[in-house]
T-cell receptor, first 115, second 112 residues
C-alpha cells in the first residue's frame, strides 16, 4: 500500500506565471483535500474533491482551481501567481468525504517559491 | 468566528521531562479536535483526535490530550519526551461538514 505522494518536491516560478501541482492519493482513498501552509503558519484549507467533484472550498480566490481524476489523483492549479502564493502545498487523502478529513493522510508537500 | 490558538510559538524541554502543549479553540458547536505533528520536510501526521465520549484521548507515540469543554481547551501531553519528538505541533478543529482550521503551531525543542 503506497502513501500519499506529491510532485514536484520543489518549484520556483515568477510572478504572473501558472503552476500545476500533483497529488496521488493513498490506495483506495476517494477524497483529496489541498492545503496551503505559509511560512510560520498552520495549513489553510483550499478545497476538497470527492469522486471528481469539488466538495468544499476555503477562502481562496478562483485562480486556485483543482481537478480530481477517475483514479482519484488530483491537481492543484494556480494562475497569475503572486508573491504571497509562496508556501508549502499539502495534499491529503481520505475515505471520508467530510471536510474535516477525519481519517486523512498527508503527503510530504510541494514547496512553491514565487519570485 | 471559529479559531484555534496555540499560545506558545516555541517550547524547550529537556529530554525525559514532561510536556504540555496548549490549545484553545473557539467554535460554535462541539467540534472535532485534532493534534498533528510535522517534522522538517515532512507532511502532517495525526497524533490523536477527539470526536465525543471520554475526554482523555490516547494517541500515538505516547501522547495524550484532554478535552475541557468549560475551558475550550485541548492540551497535548506526554509524560517523558524523547529527542525524536522535536518537531512542530499543530492543534486543529473542525466538523464533518465544516473545514478543518489549524492553529499556527508550536515548535518543540528538546535539550539533551
Amino acid at each position: 500500500e503506497t502513501g500519499v505522494t506529491q510532485s514536484p518536491t520543489h518549484l520556483i516560478k515568477t510572478r504572473g506565471q501558472q503552476v500545476t501541482l500533483r497529488c496521488s492519493s493513498q490506495s483506495g482513498h476517494n477524497t483529496v483535500s489541498w492545503y496551503q501552509q505559509a511560512l510560520g503558519q498552520g495549513p489553510q484549507f483550499i478545497f476538497q474533491y470527492y469522486r471528481e467533484e469539488e466538495n468544499g472550498r476555503g477562502n481562496f480566490p478562483p485562480r486556485f482551481s483543482g481537478l480530481q481524476f477517475p483514479n482519484y489523483s488530483s491537481e492543484l492549479n494556480v494562475n497569475a501567481l503572486e508573491l504571497d502564493d509562496s508556501a508549502l502545498y499539502l495534499c491529503a487523502s481520505s475515505l471520508d468525504q467530510g471536510l474535516a478529513g477525519i481519517w486523512q493522510f498527508f503527503g510530504p508537500g510541494t514547496r512553491l517559491t514565487v519570485l | 468566528a471559529q479559531s484555534v490558538t496555540q499560545p506558545d510559538i516555541h517550547i524547550t524541554v529537556s529530554e525525559g521531562a514532561s510536556l504540555e502543549l496548549r490549545c484553545n479553540y473557539s467554535y460554535g458547536a462541539t467540534p472535532y479536535l485534532f493534534w498533528y505533528v510535522q517534522s522538517p520536510g515532512q507532511g502532517l501526521q495525526l497524533l490523536l483526535k477527539y470526536f465525543s465520549g471520554d475526554t482523555l484521548v490516547q494517541g500515538i507515540k505516547g501522547f495524550e490530550a484532554e478535552f475541557k469543554r468549560s475551558q475550550s481547551s485541548f492540551n497535548l501531553r506526554k509524560p517523558s519526551v524523547h529527542w525524536s519528538d522535536a518537531a512542530e505541533y499543530f492543534c486543529a478543529v473542525g466538523a464533518r461538514d465544516d473545514k478543518i482550521i489549524f492553529g499556527k503551531g508550536t515548535r518543540l525543542h528538546i535539550l539533551p
